[in-house]
């Protein structure tokens, strides 16, 4: 499985855009970047993947280094509902188990 | 998608009986997998829930503690044994098909061993 390093905790000011960093160096050419995030005392709920493009959605966007060693998830416009979790997990398809990393702790400050 | 339902949500056992948690998916689902999530920590892969025969183990984890049942595509159950303050943690089921993007999360089961 491919090892994630990603940044313990970080904050970001409401109404601004949080990006979040992940390495990913040891990825697979097959394996999708995927995004899940955990809000307190919920199960993880997926954000966002991509291979090699830049993907966006209604959540967040997400953009792959074009070396795929490295990826950033970006909340255009943070809310205080935003503060989780959030987990860089390469991996296949939905059907495939993940290993999840420790995470980045992101904060939305009012 | 797919809705997972688990059940209990939350429960405090005694140490030394046994839990049985239920996970119940809205629709037919390839695959079904087993997470545990000690307090302040991430998620670790138990086992894969293998529909009509035993399920995969992750190092670490075994059948005798961990025994699992998936008798169709929508049901699993993960039994936690013998239990001991060391297994309090939260038990999450997660679910995911050939045909979907994402994989998805029941809410957990929040388990306390006294």
């Known amino acids: 499985d491919a090892k994630t390093t990603q940044p313990p905790s970080m904050d970001c000011a409401e109404g601004r855009a949080a990006n979040l960093p992940c390495n990913h160096s040891t990825i697979s050419g097959n394996e999708y970047v995927y995004w899940y995030r955990q809000i307190h005392s919920q199960g993880p709920q997926y954000i966002i993947h991509g291979l090699k493009n830049n993907e966006t959605n209604e959540m967040a966007s997400l953009i792959i280094t074009e070396d795929r060693k490295s990826s950033t998830l970006i909340l255009p416009h943070a809310t205080l509902r935003d503060t989780a979790v959030y987990y860089c997990?390469?991996?296949?398809?939905?059907?495939?188990?993940?290993?999840f990393g420790t995470g980045t702790r992101l904060t939305i400050i009012p | 998608s797919a809705v997972i339902s688990q059940k209990p949500s939350r429960d405090i056992c005694q140490r030394g009986t046994s839990l049985t948690i239920q996970c119940q998916v809205d629709s037919q689902v390839t695959m079904m997998f087993w997470y545990r999530q000690q307090p302040g920590q991430s998620l670790t892969l138990i086992a894969t829930a293998n529909q009509g025969s035993e399920a995969t183990y992750e190092s670490g984890f075994v059948i005798d503690k961990f025994p699992i049942s998936r008798p169709n595509l929508t049901f699993s159950t993960l039994t936690v044994s013998n239990m001991s303050p060391e297994d309090s943690s939260i038990y999450l089921c997660?679910?995911?098909?050939?045909?979907?993007?994402?994989?998805?999360f029941g809410q957990g089961t929040r388990l306390t061993v006294v």
């Open positions: 997660s679910a995911g098909t050939v045909l979907t993007l994402e994989a998805f």
């Open positions: 997990i390469p991996s296949g398809f939905g059907n495939e188990k993940l290993t």
